[in-house]
C-alpha cells in the first residue's frame, strides 16, 4: 500500500538523513585511513552504477526548495473517530472496476503538500517558490488571498477530493462521475472522447479524459479556466498545469477496500519536474450533509470577495 | 474567509475516519434502475400552484403578498435569497429548476443530481439511517430530511426538517414544520410524474398537491453550472433559454 501520511514520511525521511550522515561520516573516516579511492562510477555492484544498495540518496535542496522550506510550517490535520456503519449499509462491489458508492479521504489532510510520496521535497522551481511564500505570508498575516474555495467555486479536483469529506462515484460506460458533499463539486471522467466533445468554455475543475490500465483507473485532467490551490495553503498549480491521478480499489484483506488515488503533478510554469503524491480513502456510504456556501457568500453584507485580497498576478 | 474554511476543515475532520461494519450487501433491493437517466422539465415556470388554488391561511396569504411587493420593487434577497445569492431552492423548489437533472437510484439512495448550479437532493431508503459520526442535523436544511420508500413502482419520499429561508417557488412562503410528500412514478418509460403534497397548518388550510412532469433526454456530462458567476455578471440566478 502506498501512503502519504506527511508527518511520518517526513519522520522517515530524516531518519534516513539521519543514517545518510552516520553513513557518510563512517565512510569519511574510512577515507581517511586509506588510499583513495580511483576515480569512476560510484560504488556498488560492478556495472550498477549509483550509491551502494541500501545507500539513500539525498539531494541537497535546491534555492527554491529552500525558499519553501524557510516558510512557516503548515496546520497539521488531524483523524477523526471511527464510525461505525448501520447493519443494512451497502458495501462496495467486488468487481475491481466498480468504483460506484460512497467514500471519503481517511487520512489527516495535508494542508500544505511540501513533500512527494516519496517523503523527497517538492520540486518547485523559483517561480512556484514565490507563489507559496506569498501565499503562505499573506495566510498568516490574515490577509488571505481570493481563491476558488474562498468564495464558493470549484477548488479543483486534487483539493475537492483531498477534504476529509464524503462524495459518491456514480459509473456507466461513457463515464465515471464524482459527487461531492462540498462545494456541489463534480467530476466528470469521460472514458470515451467521442461520446461527448470537451465544453466549448473552460472549467474550473478543467476537463478529465480517462482510461482504463488493468484494473486502474488512468485519468488525465487539464484545460482549467484558471490557477488552483491545491490545498489550503496554496501549493499552487497553474491554468496551463496538468493533473495526471491513477484510482485503483484495493482490498485490504479484511473485507474493508479502499480506493487509492496517485496524483502526478506536472507543470513547468511552478515545478522543475513531475511529482506525486498518493491519498487513501475509506468506505463511507452515508448520506450527504447540505454544503450551501451560496448563502454565506451571496450575503450582501458580506461582498461578492469575501473579504478576502486580491493575489498579485505574476 | 480562507481562516474560516480551515478552521471548518479543522473541525470538520472530527468526521474523517471510519471504520466499515459488516453486513450488507453489494446490491440493495430499493434500487429502481428504471428511474435512472437525465430528465427535465416539461413545461418550463417558476409557479408550483397559482396562487388562486391555493388554500392560503391568513398567514400564509399576508406572506405571499409581502412576497409579491418585495418582488416587484426587485428586493429578492429579502425574501428569495436563491434568486439574490443562489443559495439552495431547496425542496419542492428544485424540483422546478429549468435545466436537466440526473437520477442515480444506486445503493440505498436516490440521488438528485441537478445541472443547475451542480444543485444535490437525495432521498434515503434504507430502513435505518446511515449515522453520521458528526451527529444528526439539527438545524433545518434547504433539502431537509427526505426517507423514502417504493410502493410498487411509485417511490414515495416524504421531506422534513426543511429552513422556512426557503420558497415552495418564487413566492410560495411555507414554515419549518411543513411535510412534503413525493410520489414520483413513471408514466410511460421516458416520462417521470411528481406528485407533490405540501402540507403545513401554518401557512395552508389543508393538504395541497401539483404535479410536474419531466421528460427524459439523452445521457450527458453536464456543463460546469456556476450560479454565482450568473450573479455576478449580471444575469438572472436561473437561465432563461
Known amino acids: ?36 579511492l580511483p576515480k569512476g562510477p560510484p560504488g556498488g555492484p560492478p556495472g550498477a552504477g549509483g550509491p551502494p544498495p541500501g545507500f539513500p540518496m539525498v539531494k541537497p535542496l535546491t534555492e527554491a526548495q529552500k525558499l519553501v522550506a524557510s ?89 475537492q477530493h483531498d477534504l476529509n ?14 459527487v461531492f458533499e462540498e462545494y456541489h463539486g463534480r467530476w466528470y471522467i469521460q472514458l470515451d472522447p467521442n461520446v461527448a466533445p470537451p465544453p466549448t468554455d473552460k472549467q474550473y475543475m478543467g476537463y478529465s479524459l480517462g482510461h482504463w490500465e488493468g484494473n486502474t483507473l488512468v485519468v488525465e485532467t487539464a ?31 479484511q473485507s474493508r477496500p479502499f480506493l487509492e488515488m496517485e496524483t502526478t503533478i506536472v507543470d513547468p510554469t511552478y515545478y522543475t519536474q513531475p511529482w506525486s503524491v498518493v491519498r487513501r480513502f475509506g468506505w463511507n456510504p452515508g448520506s450527504f450533509r447540505e454544503y450551501n456556501c451560496e448563502e454565506q457568500i451571496g450575503d450582501p453584507a458580506g461582498g461578492a ?9 505574476d | 474567509m480562507v481562516r474560516f474554511i480551515r478552521l471548518g476543515v479543522g473541525a470538520i475532520l472530527v468526521g474523517a475516519m471510519l471504520c466499515p461494519g459488516s ?74 429548476t ?37 451527529g444528526d442535523d439539527l438545524v433545518p436544511t434547504m433539502t431537509g430530511d427526505s426517507r423514502g420508500h417504493w410502493e410498487g413502482d411509485t417511490l414515495v419520499a416524504t421531506t422534513t426538517n426543511l429552513s ?25 418509460p421516458n416520462t417521470l410524474e411528481n406528485r407533490i403534497t405540501i402540507d403545513d397548518p401554518a401557512y395552508y388550510t389543508k393538504p395541497w398537491d401539483a404535479v410536474i412532469t419531466y421528460k427524459r433526454q439523452p445521457d450527458a456530462i453536464f456543463p460546469e453550472d456556476i450560479c454565482l458567476d450568473r450573479i455576478q455578471a449580471h444575469q438572472p440566478a436561473f437561465p432563461t433559454s
Open chain 1, 1 to 36: 500500500m502506498r501512503t502519504d501520511f506527511a508527518s511520518s514520511v517526513r519522520l522517515g525521511r530524516l531518519a534516513l538523513v539521519g543514517i545518510a550522515a552516520c553513513s557518510l561520516a563512517t565512510i569519511s573516516a574510512a577515507a581517511q585511513e586509506t588510499p583513495a
Open chain 1, 71 to 159: 516558510l512557516p510550517p503548515p496546520q497539521l490535520g488531524v483523524a477523526g473517530p471511527p464510525a461505525n456503519l448501520a447493519p443494512d449499509a451497502p458495501q462496495p462491489s467486488p468487481d475491481a472496476r466498480d468504483f460506484q458508492g460512497g467514500w471519503n479521504h481517511d487520512t489527516p489532510l495535508i494542508f500544505r503538500m511540501q513533500y512527494d510520496k516519496y517523503g523527497e521535497p517538492a520540486p518547485y522551481n523559483m517561480a512556484g517558490a514565490k507563489v507559496l511564500q506569498r501565499r503562505v505570508l499573506a495566510l498568516n498575516q490574515g490577509k488571505p488571498f481570493l481563491n476558488a474555495s474562498g468564495i464558493c467555486r470549484p477548488p479543483g479536483i486534487q483539493w
Open chain 1, 305 to 313: 470577495e469575501a473579504g478576502l485580497v486580491p493575489e498579485p498576478q
Open chain 2, 23 to 96: 453486513g450488507g450487501s453489494a446490491q440493495v433491493q430499493s434500487d429502481h434502475p428504471a428511474f435512472e437517466g437525465v430528465w427535465k422539465i416539461v413545461t418550463s415556470t417558476t409557479t408550483l400552484k397559482l396562487p388562486d388554488a391555493v388554500p392560503f391561511t391568513a398567514k400564509g396569504r399576508n406572506e405571499y403578498a409581502a412576497n409579491k411587493k418585495m418582488k416587484a420593487r426587485g428586493n429578492y434577497d429579502d425574501y428569495d435569497i436563491t434568486t439574490s445569492r443562489c443559495s439552495s431552492p431547496g425542496v419542492p423548489r428544485l424540483m422546478l
Open chain 2, 164 to 188: 422556512e429561508r426557503t420558497l415552495l417557488d418564487d413566492l410560495l412562503p411555507h414554515s419549518v414544520d411543513m411535510k412534503v410528500t413525493e410520489r414520483l412514478r413513471l408514466t410511460d
Open chain 2, 98 to 134: 429549468p435545466m436537466r437533472f440526473k437520477i442515480w437510484a444506486r445503493l440505498g439512495y436516490v440521488t438528485f443530481d441537478f445541472e443547475w448550479n451542480r444543485a444535490i437532493r437525495q432521498i434515503d431508503l434504507h430502513a435505518t439511517r446511515q449515522p453520521d459520526v458528526m
Open chain 1, 223 to 253: 484545460n482549467m479556466k484558471q490557477g488552483v490551490y491545491l490545498d489550503v495553503d496554496g501549493t499552487p498549480l497553474s491554468r496551463n498545469g496538468k493533473l495526471i491521478t491513477r484510482i485503483r480499489k484495493i482490498d485490504d484483506g
Open chain 1, 165 to 178: 469529506m464524503k462524495f459518491r462515484i456514480f459509473q456507466n460506460k461513457n463515464y465515471v462521475e464524482f
